[in-house]
């Protein structure tokens, strides 16, 4: 069975920085994408992030463009989402989320077939 798990939110200061880990495991074929969604109080899940494992091509929303970095460790099935010049609307929960094939055109939580747990990214203002 595939399984993501994310581990290192917590709280910081506004201007800080935090780096996100998704442990991937499960899959039996190389073909799939994972992405980066949060979701703060009161508002929908949006993506932040995401990764296409064949070609590690990525792509970002605006909102974080300049400031987060997905990367990948294909030999640690590791996914990470590197997070600077944090601010107080980064607040939510993250998740990391899984799809096969490459990063959809327009990611959409109904595109992704697994979810992590989810980890709080808390930043103070």
């Known amino acids: 069975d595939v399984q993501l798990v994310e581990s290192g939110g917590g709280l910081v200061q506004a201007g800080g920085s935090l780096r996100l880990s998704c442990a991937v495991s499960g899959f039996t074929y190389d073909d799939y994408a994972i992405s980066w969604f949060r979701q703060a109080p009161g508002k929908e899940r949006e993506a932040v992030s995401c990764?296409?494992?064949?070609?590690?091509?990525?792509s970002s929303a605006d909102s974080v463009k300049g400031r987060f970095t997905i990367s990948s460790d294909n030999a640690k099935n590791m996914v990470y989402l590197e997070m600077n010049s944090l601010k107080f609307e980064d607040t939510a929960v993250y998740y990391c989320?899984?799809?096969?094939?490459?990063?959809?055109?327009?990611?959409?939580?109904?595109?992704?077939?697994?979810w992590g747990q989810g980890a709080q990214v808390s930043v103070s203002p």
């Open positions: 989320a899984a799809v096969w094939g490459p990063c959809p055109r327009y990611s959409t939580p109904e595109h992704f077939h697994y």
């Open positions: 990764i296409s494992n064949t070609d590690g091509r990525t």
